[in-house]
């Protein structure tokens, strides 16, 4: 309030961490809305008769008379492209989203959204020497700010504990804690029965490093498909991977232990480019270069060493893959096209009416003309990172993967790789520092070095992921998949076709592998039944924080 007073709505320059909130200006009748630079809290908003209507969660608005949860086929169909409604969509109609980084101020009948900051890179002609100092000294610096970013995220008046995964990124923030905290670190874990998925040795290799006081929760299919209903209730929009789900049964474990706050290391692979699909889209560009070479495609084998469905395929798959598009190179979307392509392959499931609903909209084309004015001027990585920063991070990661299902929970999430400041810092290194040849974020694992064991500092990423389609098919599934997956339900909710629907089922129910496309597609379908089920009849609105209004 004291900083409102002083500065007015540019208050929220000065704020570093995770907030959205509104006050209400009596002198000048105005109403502020603001949410956090880089969207880990939540904020919606709609019209109603003169009344603008607001809360942290949708079925709050849902609950006012008059506001309806209409499922809108643009997002609906954002969401079978990118994973995520483009901000301000959300899945409903006449339900909007404040972007991350942006203020609302409404003011009598009028209301003005502003962005307040922005995610920015160098020059591609400035980024290599754009930092020219030795590695070692920008190495200390990252590690002094990453650790101050971890001391204020551990102010607060109850415990804190932290999220152990067994990554580099979890294992980075638990020993910055227990460098900063003389006590003894609570971490939390998921563990998987499926050796595919799970990562528990690396995470006890941490907890003997740190002697923290460890609890682990295990994660079958059949929990995951157990909890998936409660998932799509928190995240109120359709998700194409599980993955929320053992993060669902992870925050009711630290709930149940009395805690109500954890560290994580999300963030780290956006902002130190983590992801393999970073490596990808670099090895794709040096492809093109020479599109006839046959050397340049087998570097393609030393990416996604976890996924089954790629290393079980011959090198003419992988290649054909890969090189899809491969000349499209000035599409400011190169880097995610692979991904972006795979995931709408599920458009296939879509009903003729879902079709007409969505004929003549490009879901590319409009995030295309959301990039910012700059974009092109920035290095190949630079693009990359920020399509995965500006939008899947806000849409999915930190949403329905991220905040919704730890405070369903009552559990909040803390991010210190999302400090703005450790951001910034990031954005303006050299490309060569974060992806030097293949090895992913390295001058984070330099910088690190010392503070973790050997073995955690030099092993590849693995990103989290959990079991799909398989968690719902065989005799632990759960009864309500053939419910909501039922021809008739598909048909009376109207967005897939009902035979296509079972076939799809069939093939997931009699294959031990199933691909990609159709994990998520039945994912999708499933979790998209689900929000028309749970939504559409007004059960959502129980139980929810209420809404809040200004004429």
Known sequence: LHAYEEMGPDCVDAFNGD????????RRNRLMLARDRMGVRPLFYAWRRGCLYFASEVKALLA???IEAEIDPIALDQVFTFWFPLAPRTPFKNILELPPAHVLLATGGEVVTRRYWALSYPDAGDADGHDTRDARVIGDELRDLLLDATRIRLRSDVPVGAYLSGGLDSSIIAAAVHRLVPERLRTFSVTFENKEFDESAWQFEMVRALGTDHMAIPCRGADIGRLFPEVV????????????????ALSRLVNENGFKVVLTGEGADEVFAGYDLF????????????????????????????LPGLTGQSQSYRQAFFNAGIDETADPLFSH?????????????????????VAGYDALDDLRADLP?????????????????AY?????????????????????????????????FASRLPPRLKINGLREKHILREAMHGLLPQAIGDRTKQPYRAPDSQSFV????????????????????????????QKLKAKCAGRSFVGFRDNMAFVGVLSTQLLVREFARGAAAESADPAYAVA
């Open 373 to 389: 004015a700059d974009f092109q001027r920035w290095h190949h990585l630079a693009q990359a990172q920020y399509l995965e920063t």
């Open 64 to 66: 006012v008379p008059g």
């Open 337 to 357: 096209m692979p991904r972006f392509r795979t995931t709408m392959g599920a458009k296939a499931f879509y009903s003729a009416g879902m079709r007409d609903a």
């Open 474 to 501: 065989g005799g632990e599934a759960p009864a309500y998949v053939e419910e909501r997956l039922s021809a008739g339900e598909i048909a009376e909710a109207g967005y897939f076709e009902p035979r296509a629907v």
């Open 279 to 306: 490596k990808e889209a670099k090895l794709r560009r040096f492809c093109a270069r020479q599109p006839q070479s046959k050397r340049r495609p087998l570097l393609f084998q030393r990416l996604y060493p976890y």
């Open 233 to 248: 209730r928190a995240a109120e929009r359709p998700v194409l991977r599980t993955a929320p789900a053992p993060l669902l």
């Open 19 to 26: 907030f959205a909130f509104a006050l209400f200006d009596r």
């Open 392 to 424: 899947l991070l806000p849409g999915y990661i930190l949403s329905a993967q991220g905040d919704r299902v730890a405070m369903a929970n009552a559990v909040e999430g803390r991010f210190p790789f999302l400090d703005h400041r450790l951001v910034a």
